[in-house]
């Protein structure tokens, strides 16, 4: 347990210096997954054997005396809609309940190079249609600060399952929101990448244009020593970006000062919370103090990202989606009499009610006649949100928001209103519209002890002022040390 409150940089000095081993670090893992993954529900399933064998190849290039990748040996948690070779990858559905991949996820070929021990696939809403983790197949994802609480969604087993300690580090999947979000319900940082730097080759894709693979980790290094070990050009992806990474652990720890700070004056509006908008404001101060300008900016555009993303993710999925109709892989259903039958039966037997909603809206925007008055108007909405962008950041280098205008609410208080649940993504969806790299990291807890979360979102392909930023915060206020107490 004690071993586990270290952070993956303290884990990797420990490992060097032969204090622990990798396969101790790794068996720890496993032990606290004993403990309380009854409470948490993190994880879909466990994958000990690789784990331990890839922690056994660590020490033996330890002892060896051999040169490690920065990850080589820390506990890592997987997204259950990344593929994985030989390992159920079920995205958290019926339909895919059995599906074992029979290749690797271009994120998941990587781990393999860097030693990283993957110990079990991490729940998520089924697809990763959801903001709450309510919408697995299998169980619901409990949040390690209140176990009434939901951990955010789609990818709250990744982030559950660091905040509980179960991993040190995971990867999660964010199409409108879904690193930030459970980061900030769960006290962690998350992180999601510019559009294009990671291979989203491997992943089950929800919304193509929109998804994008990144890091969880319990501080802002941990996520960025992460971030390294996958990002990079794939040619097997044809959205990746064909551009050098760079090497954002040599200067991300720079100060920030002269650095120019825009809040978002929309997300700072009525419906805030009164303790995440404190926590914001408490952060300008902090900025200014390191050294930063800060200014109010406006983005008038931004009242029409949740019409915008939802009606190009539901399209996106209908489109996506339809691959899964029992003929080559996942569920059939055992008794129809005929082909039409079979498709309509597995869809409906292996889809969930979230799953299906989004189908049904998405094919009803690309179907004749209203292709025009909705899918093409929300892409040339999608451009004009973009262009504001580009206004707002030639006089700012980073944008600060708070990542959920509330903390996390209760499990099953938002599942007879969709309306409200879609809303929790306001501030976060505007990233994925735009491609930019964006960080949820915690800036606070509320009355009730739960955490806090602030978004900075910075231009594309400006990843390293955004997590030096991030970097200095976490560095001057140290929210990221307070634990969830299981």
């Known amino acids: 347990m004690e071993l586990l409150k270290k952070t993956a940089v303290e884990i990797r000095k420990a490992l060097l210096s032969k204090e622990v081993s990798a396969v101790e670090i790794t068996e720890a893992a496993y032990k606290r997954i004993d403990d309380v993954e009854d409470k948490i529900g993190a994880f879909n399933s466990l994958t000990k054997d690789y784990a331990l064998e890839c922690a056994k190849n660590v020490d033996k290039k330890i002892a060896n005396n051999e040169e490690l990748p920065k990850m080589a040996g820390i506990p890592l948690a997987l997204k259950d809609n990344i593929n994985l070779k030989g390992y159920k990858t079920t995205a958290s559905s019926k339909i895919l309940e059995n599906f074992v991949s029979p290749y690797d996820a271009t994120v998941s070929k990587k781990l393999r190079e860097n030693l990283v021990p993957v110990v079990g696939k991490a729940n998520l809403d089924e697809f990763a249609m959801g903001s709450s983790n309510e919408n697995s197949a299998f169980k619901k994802v409990h949040n390690p600060y209140n176990l009434n609480k939901v951990p955010g969604g789609s990818s709250g087993g990744s982030a559950a399952s660091v905040a509980a300690l179960e991993a040190c580090v995971s990867l999660g999947s964010d199409t409108g929101g879904s690193i930030r979000l459970p980061a900030s319900f769960c006290g962690i940082s998350g992180f999601k990448p510019t559009y294009g730097r990671v291979s989203r080759y491997g992943l089950i894709a929800f919304a193509s244009s929109l998804d994008q693979i990144g890091p969880f980790g319990r501080c802002v290094e941990d996520v960025v020593d992460l971030y390294e070990a996958i990002a990079g050009y794939d040619e097997k992806d044809s959205t990746s970006l064909n551009m050098p990474v760079g090497d954002i652990s040599k200067t991300f720890k720079n100060d920030i000062k002269g650095m120019k700070f825009g809040v978002i004056k929309e997300l700072m509006a009525d419906g805030v919370e009164d303790s995440v908008k404190k926590s914001i404001e408490d952060a300008i101060k902090i900025y200014e103090k390191l050294g930063a300008n800060v200014k109010e900016v406006s983005l008038p555009l931004l009242k029409h990202s949740i019409g915008v993303y939802y009606i190009i993710a539901t399209a996106e999925a209908s489109s996506n989606l339809a691959r899964f109709d029992g003929v080559k892989y996942g569920h059939r259903t055992a008794d129809a009499k005929n082909l039409m039958e079979m498709y309509t039966k597995t869809r409906k037997e292996g889809f969930g009610d979230e799953v299906k909603r989004r189908i049904m809206l998405g094919t009803y925007a690309l179907s004749s006649g209203y292709y025009d008055a ?30 959920c205008p509330t903390t996390a609410f209760y499990i099953g208080s938002r599942n007879e209103d969709p309306l409200k649940m879609y809303l929790t993504d306001i501030g976060t969806i505007c990233a994925n519209l735009t491609g930019a790299p964006a960080i949820s990291i915690p800036s606070g807890f509320d009355k009730d002890g739960m955490p806090i979360g602030m978004q900075l979102i910075s231009q594309v392909l400006q990843e390293e002022p955004l997590l030096r930023s991030a970097y200095n915060f976490e560095k001057e206020t140290g929210f990221n040390k307070q634990l969830a107490d299981l």
């Open 374 to 403: 909705y899918y093409k108007k929300a892409q040339q909405l999608r451009r004009l949100i973009k262009d504001d962008f580009d206004r707002v950041f030639k006089d700012v280098d980073v944008l600060i928001s708070p990542t």
